[in-house]
């Protein structure tokens, strides 16, 4: 089968590899198209943090598939099931699993880091981490189902934005273009910023989601949030970016009273100054990962149409240059590349 394999930092190689055979208690998933993410690019440059991953290790976390072989002692699931897999495992025994907060378990594994992941043609996985794809969602509209599911916990259970709140999302990656859309169907007035480097594609994906944008670089964040909000502040802010300054950018942009959600983790340590927002009693929440109940959500929105998946995925990679599709990304040339195996 075709492979996507990491090599070392920043290579990446198609290879043939042999198709993974399954234990007793597993299936075995012809993968249709998977995701390329930012833990993903984290990965491909074994950056601090992803330097105990081994290589070579086939990449990739977030597919669809069809279940072409069932293990004996599996039930549930059939030949030619349409799923998605939950790429967190959790170990079921520590204190967090055993408090229902599975997401954030003391010993979870990740697939295609801890384990081969789903950048290739057939996939091993457990019947327990597997969802049922709605007849109506499309294999490739399916395959971003996990990252929906984080921006799915972030709004619904994480936040508590509500129809008509002025939100401010921090960030044009994925999550962060995933988390304005689930915010944008919920009815709020959701605005995203970005900088200069996401001018010339993520910020007018964002426009073409029609979801308002802020280029801080050429506009003044400060000033637009004044308009957008008569001065007050925003009832929300996600910040989705990932670096050190956003919490402290939120708690500039927030209203007295608001709250700020963050799910992006910070690329250093950083220093904000929580003077103002106890005096303003700002509520300040985190967001990590998701849950059985956030993966549902994500399919039901996209059952229902909610998410305009077509214009959100980029299918312009081919899986024989993943080179090229990695450095896109972590160039701000695209958004959510893809990888086709089964189209």
Known sequence: MKAIIQTGPRSVETREQKIPSIESNEVLVKVHTAGLCGSDAHAYKYDDGYEWIPIPRIMGHEYSGEIVTVGDDVNGFIEGDKIVEEPIHECGRCFQCKNDQENVCQNFSITGLHRDGAYAEYVAVTPEH???VPDSVSLQHAAITEPTSIATRAVFEQSVTTPGDHVLVEGPGPIGTLIAAVVNSLGANV???GLEQDAAYRLPLLNDLG???V???AESLEERTDELTDGIGFDIVFDATGHHSGAGIAL???RKGGQIVVVGIPN???EITLTSGVRG???INTSYGSTWSNFEQALRLMERGEIAVDTILDTSFSTDE??????AFLNSESCKPIFQFGA
């Open 268 to 270: 250093e340590e950083s």
């Open 215 to 217: 280029n801080m670089a």
């Open 252 to 254: 500039e942009k927030v």
């Open 281 to 283: 009693e700002i509520d």
């Open 322 to 327: 993943p080179t090229r599709a990695f450095e």
């Open 130 to 132: 597997l969802h049922a």
């Open 191 to 193: 605005v995203v910023s």
């Open 211 to 213: 979801i308002e944008t």
